[in-house]
């Protein structure tokens, strides 16, 4: 469906230049695509413009698919290089491009846009949005493969997020010159983005990453139909492609979309179950038995969890079995089973004390003591015992390395909500108040919504100190869209 669109798109623009912009390409000079990016976005601070540029759009640029910048753009670049027009610029007469007489940029906001010539510079619409790209993704993806650097541009698709090398983002303009498939640059570029985004994610939360993770979902799978040039290489791609499915999945779950987040997780285990990846099914299985215990399907919960620890097993790391252990042990206290929980916890507890070894996955790199009692406290709040939860939230809080302010954040919000369902109002106004300082820099709906609950706990208690001051500073606070 998405093919014939496009493609009777094209047919109505018979105008579309089949060259790069050549003029462009001179002005970026020795200057590599990241560096000239650097530069656009320094002018653009100069005069109060805000523009999202990187490689990839200097490589869109120069390859012709940006026939026409936003508003914001035009001034940017007619601020870089005085005196120029957009034409001097090497760029397309906006009338032709949009097909009517060109409006006066007083007309536009341009800002918040991406600056990509399929999409009306009027729309605000997130520029990671994934249906509001999917056909001029898949158009250049198409294009792409079709000029045999399908592994090339896949790979510069990963910059959404600033996770492509400059080099793939600058060799789009010469896609003819590329090797037809993946090699191990590709393989690289694709664990490094899997790697950002979690530490993007421990840092500041998933609402503001979940929409911009989406392109480079898609370039990782574009990447495996590419297909390898060694057989190690596409073991690698398999790998990345399906750890950054969960990483995305993660990203979906923590900021309230459990179906998208499903959706992904499946996509992982799919993607293990293919290639025998023992490693990745754990991991997916492991994901998917938190997503349950959070949806409300507890006995999901243990029987997903059940599965991680099966697949885990030959792989021999205490840590990762503790972890699913965990996992189990917060279905257990979903369902209200205090026995089975205390029968996960101790297992986790004994696994955990066996201390790290090399066959511990990358991915397992949150997993210390500060988030050990952070789950311990989840499963203890679940089973109503606010008292024990208060005790292991407040140890995960002081446990947790400060810079990663997400986890931070989150076992606090846990601490305020025990405290505050445990009968002790000031002590939960004072935790939830260092939440809310917090939020400035991360954005988790997850965080949000234990607040909110929270806030309602303490209403009738709005007399206790430091209350009325947490749910005023709570009432005022900002909301995720």
Do not use: K
């Not at 508003?71 to 670049?77: C, I």
């Not at 294009?143 to 080099?167: E, I, W």
């Not at 090797?179 to 421990?202: F, K, P, Q, T, Y």
């Amino acid at each position: 469906m998405a093919s014939s669109t496009v493609n009777a798109a094209h047919a109505s623009r018979p105008d579309r230049p089949a060259r790069p912009n050549l003029v462009f390409q001179q002005l970026r000079g020795a200057r590599s695509p990241a560096e000239f990016a650097a530069l656009v976005r320094r002018a653009a601070r100069e005069i109060g413009e805000r523009v999202s540029c990187d490689a990839r759009y200097i490589g869109r640029v120069e390859a012709g698919e940006i026939r026409c910048p936003n508003y914001a753009y035009e001034r940017v670049f007619l601020h870089m290089f005085p005196g120029r027009t957009l034409v001097d610029l090497g760029f397309t007469p906006r009338s032709a491009v949009r097909g009517r007489a060109a409006r006066p940029p007083a007309a536009e906001s341009g800002g918040g846009v991406e600056p990509y010539d399929t999409q009306d510079p009027q729309d605000p619409q997130d520029p990671y949005d994934t249906h509001h790209h999917d056909h001029e993704e898949s158009d250049v993806l198409r294009r792409a493969f079709m000029t045999g650097s399908g592994a090339t541009v896949a790979a510069a698709s990963l910059a959404p997020l600033g996770l492509a090398p400059a080099a793939s983002a600058a060799a789009i303009p010469h896609a003819r010159r590329t090797v037809r498939r993946a090699g191990a640059g590709e393989a690289s570029a694709l664990e490094e983005a899997v790697r950002r985004i979690r530490l993007l994610d421990d840092r500041h939360g998933a609402d503001g990453l979940y929409r911009r993770a989406a392109a480079p979902l898609r370039a990782a799978y574009a990447l495996l139909d590419a297909g390898a040039t060694r057989q190690v290489t596409a073991d690698r791609l398999h790998a990345g492609a399906g750890e950054l499915a969960i990483s995305v999945g993660w990203l979906a779950h923590d900021s309230g979309r459990f179906e998208d987040a499903r959706s992904h997780y499946a996509e992982a285990l799919a993607t293990a179950r293919v290639t025998g990846d023992e490693a990745l099914e754990a991991h997916a299985f492991c994901n998917m038995a938190f997503l349950a215990r959070d949806a409300g399907r507890p006995r999901e919960a243990v029987r997903a969890a059940q599965a991680a620890q099966r697949a885990a097993r030959p792989l021999g790391s205490p840590r990762l079995m503790s972890l699913l252990a965990l996992r189990e042990a917060g279905g257990w206290a979903g369902l209200a089973d205090r026995f089975g929980c205390e029968q996960a916890l101790g297992r986790a507890q004994a696994l955990f004390e066996r201390g790290p070894s090399d066959a511990d996955p990358e991915w397992m790199s949150f997993y210390g003591e500060a988030e050990l009692a952070g789950l311990e406290a989840q499963c203890w709040s679940a089973l109503g015992d606010w008292d024990r939860a208060a005790r292991q939230a407040r140890r995960a809080a002081r446990l947790q390395d400060p810079h990663f302010t997400r986890n931070t954040a989150l076992y606090t919000a846990e601490l305020a909500d025990d405290l505050a369902r445990g009968g002790r109002p000031d002590e939960a106004a004072a935790a939830g108040l260092t939440v809310l300082g917090l939020l400035d820099q991360v954005q988790s709906s997850r965080i949000q919504t234990m607040l909110a609950g929270t806030a309602r706990v303490l209403l009738p208690h709005r007399r206790a100190s430091g209350v009325a001051e947490f749910l005023e500073r709570h009432a005022s606070a900002p909301r995720m869209a």
